[in-house]
């Protein structure tokens, strides 16, 4: 008997850790679910990559206070709101795999607290009217470039752009429209590409913040 419960307990210390979305839930009554079969289940692709380096960083904690249907949902939730996309609801999530929506929002709350987090609404709506701006300047720098657009071609400016950099406005036109070179105008493109790219990553930083953001660009690169 005793040898048998010796076998029983290594057979357990065998089992893949949470971080591995692979771990059965500690309740046997819980269903096995991983986050990438709820992610393709709810059709959420774009939200992947953070649910799953939020629940390695903390599903095992949500998992044994919630259960596993629990904490691959809450961690799917968190990544719905620290995205551009829109806020998965609890009881939407729970309809889906018969789970408690009490349960999914307070594993969300449990993973979150272990993670820094966001930036405020104001610093992440400024962030993103800045890469508009960037943006449709690099575009204007491309026109200006390219001898595919014709001399009387007029740019469409995003009211965005208008309101954020209206003393742009006269510059850029120009530069798209008359100018074969872009550089007297300040449009080099390179710079701009390396501007937008910097302020891509800011926004991520922002909207996930520090803690997520760092978690998701490490399994990126793994």
Same mark, same amino acid.
């Given at each position: ?8 307990? %290594?057979? %357990? ?21 991983? *986050? ?14 953070? @649910?799953? @380096?939020? +629940? ?10 919630? $259960?596993?249907? =629990? ?58 009217? &800045?890469?508009? *701006? ?14 595919? *657009? ?10 965005? +752009? ?7 406005? $006269?510059?850029?036109?120009?530069? =798209?429209?008359?100018?074969? %070179? ?24 922002? &909207?996930? $913040? ?11 690169? *793994?």
């Amino acid at each position: 008997m005793g040898q048998r419960q010796f076998e029983s307990d %290594d057979a %357990d210390a065998t089992t893949t850790p949470a971080e591995t979305d692979t771990t059965d839930a500690t309740d046997a009554s819980d269903s096995v679910i991983t *986050v990438g079969e709820a992610i393709d289940q709810l059709d959420a692709d774009a939200l992947g990559p953070v @649910a799953r @380096a939020a +629940f390695a960083h903390a599903g095992e904690l949500a998992t044994l206070e919630y $259960g596993r249907p =629990a904490a691959v949902l809450g961690a799917i939730r968190l990544a719905s709101r620290r995205s551009r996309h829109a806020t998965l609801e609890c009881e939407r999530l729970a309809a889906v795999f018969d789970a408690d929506p009490d349960a999914v929002s307070r594993a969300d709350a449990a993973i979150a607290s272990t993670l820094t987090p966001p930036a405020d609404a104001s610093t992440i709506r400024t962030l993103r009217r &800045r890469l508009i *701006v960037v943006e449709e300047l690099l575009a204007a720098a491309r026109a200006a470039e390219s001898s595919a *657009v014709p001399a009387h071609h007029t740019q469409q400016w995003s009211p965005t +752009f208008a309101d954020t950099a209206p003393w742009l406005l $006269g510059r850029v036109e120009a530069a =798209a429209t008359r100018c074969e %070179d872009a550089a007297p105008f300040g449009l080099d493109e390179d710079g701009l590409q390396a501007h937008a790219d910097r302020l891509r990553s800011d926004l991520e930083f922002a &909207r996930l $913040g520090t803690t997520l953001a760092t978690l998701v660009a490490r399994r990126q690169t *793994v």
